[in-house]
Protein backbone atom coordinates (compact mmCIF):
# COMPACT_ATOMS: atom_id res chain seq x y z
CA UNK A 1 0.00 0.00 0.00
CA UNK A 2 1.59 2.98 -1.31
CA UNK A 3 2.04 6.05 1.50
CA UNK A 4 0.20 9.41 1.13
CA UNK A 5 2.82 12.09 0.24
CA UNK A 6 3.81 14.23 2.93
CA UNK A 7 2.01 18.35 2.84
CA UNK A 8 4.44 20.83 4.70
CA UNK A 9 1.85 23.86 5.23
CA UNK A 10 4.73 26.28 4.43
CA UNK A 11 3.69 30.00 4.39
CA UNK A 12 5.92 32.65 1.87
CA UNK A 13 7.99 34.82 4.10
CA UNK A 14 7.59 38.39 4.15
CA UNK A 15 10.21 41.01 4.14
CA UNK A 16 9.74 42.99 7.14
CA UNK A 17 7.66 45.76 6.76
CA UNK A 18 6.26 44.56 3.39
CA UNK A 19 2.58 43.93 4.80
CA UNK A 20 2.34 48.13 6.48
CA UNK A 21 -0.82 49.59 5.83
CA UNK A 22 -0.78 53.07 5.27
CA UNK A 23 -2.64 54.94 8.01
CA UNK A 24 -5.49 56.85 6.81
CA UNK A 25 -5.54 60.83 7.90
CA UNK A 26 -8.70 62.38 8.65
CA UNK A 27 -9.41 65.74 6.59
CA UNK A 28 -8.47 67.63 9.93
CA UNK A 29 -4.88 66.10 9.96
CA UNK A 30 -4.27 66.42 5.59
CA UNK A 31 -2.29 70.08 4.76
CA UNK A 32 -3.78 72.26 2.82
CA UNK A 33 -2.17 71.05 -0.20
CA UNK A 34 -3.42 67.32 0.54
CA UNK A 35 -6.97 68.92 0.96
CA UNK A 36 -6.87 70.46 -2.06
CA UNK A 37 -5.84 67.37 -4.27
CA UNK A 38 -8.68 65.17 -2.36
CA UNK A 39 -11.43 67.91 -3.01
CA UNK A 40 -10.10 68.12 -6.30
CA UNK A 41 -10.26 64.60 -7.24
CA UNK A 42 -13.41 64.00 -5.60
CA UNK A 43 -15.49 61.78 -7.52
CA UNK A 44 -17.97 64.08 -9.79
CA UNK A 45 -20.73 61.15 -9.32
CA UNK A 46 -20.74 62.38 -5.06
CA UNK A 47 -22.03 65.35 -3.85
CA UNK A 48 -19.29 67.82 -3.47
CA UNK A 49 -18.25 69.26 0.11
CA UNK A 50 -18.92 72.15 1.16
CA UNK A 51 -15.91 74.12 2.66
CA UNK A 52 -14.82 76.97 3.93
CA UNK A 53 -11.79 78.54 3.22
CA UNK A 54 -9.77 80.74 4.89
CA UNK A 55 -7.70 83.75 4.29
CA UNK A 56 -5.92 86.41 5.77
CA UNK A 57 -8.47 88.52 4.65
CA UNK A 58 -11.90 86.82 4.63
CA UNK A 59 -13.46 83.31 4.70
CA UNK A 60 -15.21 82.31 1.43
CA UNK A 61 -17.30 79.45 1.89
CA UNK A 62 -17.91 77.03 -1.41
CA UNK A 63 -17.02 73.89 -2.78
CA UNK A 64 -13.95 73.55 -4.82
CA UNK A 65 -14.47 73.40 -8.86
CA UNK A 66 -11.00 72.99 -9.67
CA UNK A 67 -7.19 72.96 -8.08
CA UNK A 68 -4.44 74.14 -10.81
CA UNK A 69 -1.10 75.32 -11.13
CA UNK A 70 -1.34 76.95 -7.62
CA UNK A 71 -5.25 78.34 -8.46
CA UNK A 72 -8.11 77.25 -6.76
CA UNK A 73 -11.67 78.03 -7.80
CA UNK A 74 -14.59 78.21 -5.76
CA UNK A 75 -18.05 78.21 -6.41
CA UNK A 76 -19.93 80.08 -3.54
CA UNK A 77 -23.33 79.15 -2.99
CA UNK A 78 -24.77 82.22 -4.51
CA UNK A 79 -23.30 81.11 -7.94
CA UNK A 80 -20.62 83.17 -8.26
CA UNK A 81 -16.98 81.47 -8.53
CA UNK A 82 -14.03 83.07 -6.89
CA UNK A 83 -10.15 82.08 -8.46
CA UNK A 84 -7.38 82.40 -4.92
CA UNK A 85 -3.72 81.28 -4.96
CA UNK A 86 -2.96 78.84 -3.00
CA UNK A 87 -0.56 80.89 -0.69
CA UNK A 88 -3.31 82.68 0.45
CA UNK A 89 -5.12 79.56 2.01
CA UNK A 90 -4.31 79.33 5.73
CA UNK A 91 -7.01 76.62 6.46
CA UNK A 92 -9.41 74.83 5.10
CA UNK A 93 -12.52 73.41 6.71
CA UNK A 94 -15.14 71.32 6.18
CA UNK A 95 -18.69 73.20 6.58
CA UNK A 96 -21.58 72.38 8.42
Known sequence: VPSAPII????????????????????KELTIDEKLHFLAGYPANRPPYSCIFVTKENPLKGMLLSYNDGEATILQP??????????KLIAIRISK
Not at 80 to 86: L, M, N, P, S, W
Open 8 to 27: HDRKPKLKRGAARLNPVKSF
Open 78 to 87: NGQEVTIRRA
